[in-house]
């Protein structure tokens, strides 16, 4: 009866995430599908090879794949000791510096872009410095992945890794095992499905680069999500841009499939205990020299092209700033400035959206023993990180223009663009917590009476409120940056800040681009203060972020 019972309410809990997919999601992705596939009311299935078998084609998949391999590896190797160091050591600044680590996962992919190649490109500062010259098509790209998501790395697996308890690592060691066999077959094991987590969703943001790739790759290099964009508002080819959006759709479907089999085979019980106890201060030469060269890779991966940034919107004084306030009825129906003030309140909204929705999802998912629907279902969650976001704006013109959903003039599309990316983070943060979860607990409460809100609320939600703040950081901050839809559906008079850099990079100038690098800078700034303001009011004291 408890298990029916158990089931039921999963299944409840599940309806409200499917319906949400199923509207915003499946329906618009199916909508531009179908208009590029279908022709005079007959399906052209014989176009997906015709496409195939094209040589440019078939570069720009082997380019997607292989730099998505690289980006991640690189990814991790960056970011893995920061993991650490956050997670075990306590210094002064560690507040300030999550703040750092997260702000360029927020910032719009053309403006990184552009960074990256006045950093590392012929005549860039690099160059103009130290007469230093890199191939900007290869490193320049690799650089700027992994600038954007070491902070998935850092909070992902050091999130996990500050609930672990040391003991039972020290244990082993008393047992006379060296410090390396200790951390690789006691913590590593541990940490296998937060790092198995994080890899994925490095993988499929470079798998699915936009922004960067469009600005550093030239005609030479793009990804699938660049040829997508070309394929939908430059050539205008659907029947290539849907072609290319189902190979996306099953490369990454391939690739959820294999993530779900290995994250059940490796998951284990674990023990949680409080982050306030396992952080110490730094002790010996070998955490001190750790400590500095994560500082040092920091300062250099994550703040000098910041710095660039704010250099270059300082070059006019101030008057790049005092622009920003003009509006000239051409590219702004409003003054940019006004921008700001938008997205914060679609992130706003987008990140409720978000967490109640991703909240419902890891719940349902939370029991180890979930059928193959289930476990279905968690993979369906992941999609959204891996079709095309073109796809997915360009469908919401076309699926949502008939009464009762006739949402294209309305300001809930925005936020619900952006909502479709956060809810993946919020499940695969929540996760992992709530599987590590002892399901003694909720036995124990389910046969007191107790009812399945009950459980969730008097068992999962006091040791998970950690993992729910830092689902909702990550949410908020995907919705301030997310660019590949919302330029799609974003209203002239309502622009993203995304939206209104990149409007102000395809202009000409210097006072564009003044502008561009300006309007930049402030949303580095609202992006540190909005994560600081979250440290500062969250109730949990003892968590990590």
């Given at each position: 009866?408890?298990?029916?019972?158990?089931?039921?309410?999963?299944?409840?809990?599940?309806?409200?995430?499917?319906?949400?997919?199923?509207?915003?999601?499946?329906?618009?992705?199916?909508?531009?599908?179908?208009?590029?596939?279908?022709?005079?009311?007959?399906?052209?299935?014989?176009?997906?090879?015709?496409?195939?078998?094209?040589?440019?084609?078939?570069?720009?998949?082997?380019?997607?794949?292989?730099?998505a391999f690289a980006s991640t590896a690189l990814t991790l190797l960056a970011a893995l000791p920061a993991a650490y160091v956050f997670a075990r050591l306590d210094f002064p600044g560690r507040q300030v510096l999550r703040a750092v680590v997260t702000v360029p996962f927020v910032l719009p992919t053309v403006v990184v872009?552009?960074?990256?190649?006045?950093?590392?490109?012929?005549?860039?500062?690099?160059?103009?410095?130290?007469?230093?010259?890199?191939?900007?098509?290869?490193?320049?790209?690799?650089?700027?992945?992994?600038?954007?998501?070491?902070?998935?790395?850092?909070?992902?697996?050091?999130?996990?890794?500050?609930?672990?308890?040391?003991?039972?690592?020290?244990?082993?060691?008393?047992?006379?095992?060296?410090?390396?066999?200790?951390?690789?077959?006691?913590?590593?094991?541990?940490?296998?499905?937060?790092?198995?987590?994080?890899?994925?969703?490095?993988?499929?943001?470079?798998?699915?680069?936009?922004?960067?790739?469009?600005?550093?790759?030239?005609?030479?290099?793009?990804?699938?999500?660049?040829?997508?964009?070309?394929?939908?508002?430059?050539?205008?080819?659907?029947?290539?841009?849907?072609?290319?959006?189902?190979?996306?759709?099953?490369?990454?479907?391939?690739?959820?499939?294999?993530?779900?089999?290995?994250?059940?085979?490796?998951?284990?019980?674990?023990?949680?205990?409080?982050?306030?106890?396992?952080?110490?201060?730094?002790?010996?030469?070998?955490?001190?020299?750790?400590?500095?060269?994560?500082?040092?890779?920091?300062?250099?991966?994550?703040?000098?092209?910041?710095?660039?940034?704010?250099?270059?919107?300082?070059?006019?004084?101030?008057?790049?700033?005092?622009?920003?306030?003009?509006?000239?009825?051409?590219?702004?129906?409003?003054?940019?400035?006004?921008?700001?003030?938008?997205?914060?309140?679609?992130?706003?909204?987008?990140?409720?959206?978000?967490?109640?929705?991703?909240?419902?999802?890891?719940?349902?998912?939370?029991?180890?023993?979930?059928?193959?629907?289930?476990?279905?279902?968690?993979?369906?969650?992941?999609?959204?990180?891996?079709?095309?976001?073109?796809?997915?704006?360009?469908?919401?013109?076309?699926?949502?223009?008939?009464?009762?959903?006739?949402?294209?003039?309305?300001?809930?599309?925005?936020?619900?663009?952006?909502?479709?990316?956060?809810?993946?983070?919020?499940?695969?943060?929540?996760?992992?917590?709530?599987?590590?979860?002892?399901?003694?607990?909720?036995?124990?409460?389910?046969?007191?009476?107790?009812?399945?809100?009950?459980?969730?609320?008097?068992?999962?939600?006091?040791?998970?409120?950690?993992?729910?703040?830092?689902?909702?950081?990550?949410?908020?901050?995907?919705?301030?940056?997310?660019?590949?839809?919302?330029?799609?559906?974003?209203?002239?008079?309502?622009?993203?800040?995304?939206?209104?850099?990149?409007?102000?990079?395809?202009?000409?100038?210097?006072?564009?681009?003044?502008?561009?690098?300006?309007?930049?800078?402030?949303?580095?700034?609202?992006?540190?203060?909005?994560?600081?303001?979250?440290?500062?009011?969250?109730?949990?004291?003892?968590?990590?972020?």
């Amino acid at each position: 009866m408890a298990g029916r019972r158990g089931n039921a309410a999963r299944l409840g809990l599940m309806l409200v995430p499917v319906a949400f997919f199923a509207v915003f999601f499946a329906w618009p992705v199916a909508a531009i599908v179908t208009r590029g596939l279908r022709v005079d009311g007959v399906w052209r299935f014989g176009r997906i090879a015709d496409v195939v078998a094209q040589s440019d084609i078939r570069h720009v998949l082997w380019f997607t794949t292989w730099q998505a391999f690289a980006s991640t590896a690189l990814t991790l190797l960056a970011a893995l000791p920061a993991a650490y160091v956050f997670a075990r050591l306590d210094f002064p600044g560690r507040q300030v510096l999550r703040a750092v680590v997260t702000v360029p996962f927020v910032l719009p992919t053309v403006v990184v872009g552009t960074a990256f190649l006045a950093l590392v490109g012929r005549g860039g500062l690099l160059d103009e410095v130290w007469g230093v010259r890199l191939d900007t098509t290869v490193w320049a790209i690799l650089l700027a992945h992994v600038f954007f998501n070491y902070a998935v790395v850092v909070r992902t697996v050091g999130g996990l890794w500050a609930q672990l308890d040391p003991r039972q690592e020290e244990a082993a060691r008393m047992l006379g095992v060296s410090p390396l066999s200790a951390w690789r077959k006691v913590t590593l094991p541990a940490l296998a499905p937060a790092v198995a987590a994080a890899a994925l969703m490095v993988f499929l943001f470079t798998f699915t680069s936009f922004g960067v790739v469009q600005i550093l790759g030239g005609p030479t290099f793009a990804t699938l999500e660049v040829e997508i964009y070309r394929q939908t508002s430059e050539i205008f080819d659907l029947s290539t841009a849907a072609v290319l959006t189902l190979v996306q759709f099953a490369a990454v479907g391939a690739i959820l499939a294999v993530h779900a089999w290995t994250i059940r085979r490796r998951e284990s019980a674990l023990r949680l205990v409080d982050p306030a106890v396992t952080a110490r201060r730094p002790r010996g030469a070998g955490q001190w020299a750790l400590l500095g060269g994560v500082l040092a890779t920091i300062a250099l991966l994550l703040v000098l092209p910041l710095a660039v940034l704010v250099r270059r919107s300082f070059e006019g004084g101030f008057g790049y700033y005092r622009a920003l306030g003009d509006a000239d009825g051409g590219t702004f129906l409003v003054a940019p400035i006004e921008s700001v003030v938008t997205s914060l309140q679609y992130a706003v909204v987008a990140t409720a959206v978000a967490v109640v929705i991703g909240a419902l999802a890891a719940t349902a998912l939370a029991r180890r023993d979930a059928g193959r629907l289930v476990r279905g279902f968690d993979a369906l969650l992941m999609l959204p990180l891996g079709v095309s976001a073109v796809t997915v704006g360009f469908g919401f013109l076309i699926a949502l223009d008939k009464p009762p959903l006739d949402l294209r003039q309305s300001w809930i599309l925005v936020p619900l663009a952006q909502a479709l990316v956060g809810v993946p983070f919020v499940v695969r943060t929540m996760l992992p917590v709530l599987r590590a979860v002892d399901e003694r607990l909720r036995e124990a409460a389910a046969v007191l009476g107790a009812s399945p809100w009950r459980v969730w609320r008097e068992v999962d939600l006091p040791l998970v409120r950690r993992a729910l703040l830092i689902a909702a950081a990550f949410a908020f901050a995907v919705s301030l940056g997310e660019f590949g839809a919302t330029v799609f559906i974003a209203r002239p008079d309502n622009p993203t800040l995304p939206v209104a850099v990149a409007r102000l990079l395809s202009r000409p100038g210097d006072l564009n681009y003044g502008q561009a690098m300006a309007l930049s800078t402030i949303l580095m700034v609202v992006c540190a203060v909005a994560l600081l303001v979250l440290e500062r009011l969250r109730t949990d004291r003892t968590g990590e972020f």
